[in-house]
C-alpha cells in the first residue's frame, strides 16, 4: 500500500513537472506568459512582419539581432523558404500551361540571398546604405537561395515563362545577368530592371506598373514570388496567387 502511495505520489510531482514547463500546471493561476523572453519577443515580431502587421520598419529591434542570426542560420528560414516555394510549385503542377504565362520573381532576398551582405551589417539592425548594399550588388556574388532555385527549376520544367523584376537599377543589368547565371539560373524571358528615369513613389507602385505593361505585351502573370509585400501587392497582380518568401531583417515599401 505504501508503495502505490510512493508511485502515486511521485508520478504526480512529474505530471505537474511536465505541464508546468508548458506553463500549464493546471493548480497554477495562469493569468499570461509571463515574462517574454527575447526569443519570443523576437520571434513574434518577425511573425508579425511577415502577416504585415508590422510594415515600413527602418531597422530591426536592437535586441533581435542574435535570434534573427540563429533563425537565418539555425535552419528556420530554410524551412519556410522551402514551404513557400514548394507551396509556389504544389500550385503550379496544377495549371495548364499557357504560351503566355509567366512567373515572376523578384530578385534580391527571393532568387538570389542577400544574406552575405546583411551578416556583416547585423541582419538588418543597421540602417540601410544604399552605397554599401550596391557595391556589394557591383561584385556579383550573391549565392542563390537554394530553395527558390529548386522551385523555379520546377517551374521551368513544367514550361512557365520566368520573369525577373526588380527594383536594381538599369546599370546593374550585367552585373545581374552574370550573378544570375553564376547562381545557376540559366533562363528567364524577361529581366526587368528599373528605369532611373521611370518616377514611382515606391517599390509597390513600380512593380505594379510594371506588371500593368507586362499584361498589356499579352502576358499572363499567374504567379508572383517575392520577400517583400511591395512585391505581392498593388494592381495588375492578374490571376495570380502570390507567394511571401520570409524576409526578417529588411522592409521595402
Ligand atoms: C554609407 O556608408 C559609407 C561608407 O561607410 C559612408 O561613407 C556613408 O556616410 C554611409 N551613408 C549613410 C547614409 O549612412
Ligand atoms: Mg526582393
Redesign the pocket.
Known sequence: MKMKVLVFFVATILAAWECHAYDMFPLRMNTGYGDRSTEMKCASWRLAVEAHNIFGFETIPKECVEPTKEYIHGGQYQSDSKTVNQQAYFYARELEVRENDVFLFSIDGTALSNVPYYSEHGYGVE?F?S??YDEWVNKGVAPALPETLYNYNKLVSLGFKIVFLSGRLQDKEEVTKANLKAAGYNTWHRLILKDPKFIAPNALEYKSAMREKLMRQGYRIVGIIGDQWSDLLGHHTGDSRTFKLPNPMYYIE
Do not use: F, M
Open positions: 540602417k546604405n552605397t554599401l
